[in-house]
């Protein structure tokens, strides 16, 4: 059974299930094939929940022994991780500094900086969301695609479950549609550091938004994310 969603361009992604208050928001993990030329291999940007099967797929798409690189993109996602840091060697392991300080038990071999360079980064751009130093994002751009990668700085939900959670999320500003969330802004402490960091986003020319939580935004819709970002 094929679990990963094909998007073209050796991009993939898997969207579990994840509810908070029993209001759905999903959980995103985003999968990139890398070019021999990049090293080979697979970068793994916030693993779903790991399973034999979602392995076994994974291992399907790349000859044996080729390197998995697990990127773990802000401090905020760090469900799912101990099976997969128990498979994947520190080496090829990438979390933000503030990550590292709130489990300083997990083995993780690199730091996401904004000077950071890795072999895959001859695929992708990515830029430190500074000012909101309790989620710590890091923003990706898969060149090749022309995806980029976000986690919580931005919702696309649908709006559909309970009561209770479609008041939480109506109350963080966040219920429905394209959004960045009332307790996102609330994290973030230093607005023209943050203002910053999303002029740096906004200077990638992204055709396609895959989220943490939420639709994947594409088309006409992707001026609704522009204009969110350039007005946080």
Known sequence: MTTLNDLGNGLYERNDHASLLGMHIGHRMTVVVLPAQSGGGLWIHSPVAWTQELWDELEALVPEGAPKHLVIPSRTHDLHLKQWMERIPADTTYAPDALQKAHKDWAVGHTLTEEFRASWSNEFEHTLLDGAPRVSEVAFFHKPSKTLVLVDSVFNLSGEGTFLGKLFLKLDRSYKGIAMSLLFRMMTKDKAAM??????????????????????VEGADLAEVRELLANP
């Open 195 to 216: 203002g910053k960091s999303l002029q740096r986003v906004l200077a990638w020319d992204f055709e396609r938004v895959v989220l943490g939580h939420g639709k994947t």
